[in-house]
């Protein structure tokens, strides 16, 4: 019952943007945390960054001023604005929701390359 659809991936230039969105369903959007992760092949699932249900904000340091989380309560969605994108950001980048319990996407991958 509980969804979460991640969109936006691709395959993108070095300096390039991509925007991601993640659509929620099942779940009270607005009291959930909501946060974006990746995982490269062989490494290890990374926080990127994240949103309160506050509207608090935080983020990874080496994406600091390339990449802006937000969310839209009314359309249950949050985005991640990925700026100024390097190889190093390839990644399948992943959406979460957490409260008590944590709920993840699918996953949508996001190439860099030139």
């Known amino acids: 019952q509980v969804q979460l659809v991640e969109s936006g991936g691709g395959l993108v230039q070095p300096g390039g943007s991509l925007r991601l969105s993640c659509a929620a369903s099942?779940?009270?959007?607005?009291?959930?945390?909501m946060g974006w992760y990746r995982q490269a092949p062989g490494q290890q699932r990374e926080l990127v960054a994240s949103i309160s249900s506050a509207g608090n904000t935080n983020y990874e340091n080496s994406v600091k001023g390339r990449f802006t989380i937000s969310r839209d309560n009314a359309k249950n969605t949050i985005y991640l604005q990925m700026d100024s994108l390097k190889p190093e950001d390839t990644a399948v980048y992943y959406c979460?929701?957490?409260?008590?319990?944590?709920?993840w996407g699918q996953g949508t991958q996001v190439t860099v390359s030139s």
């Open positions: 979460s929701a957490r409260r008590i319990v944590s709920y």
């Open positions: 099942g779940i009270t959007f607005s009291i959930y945390a």
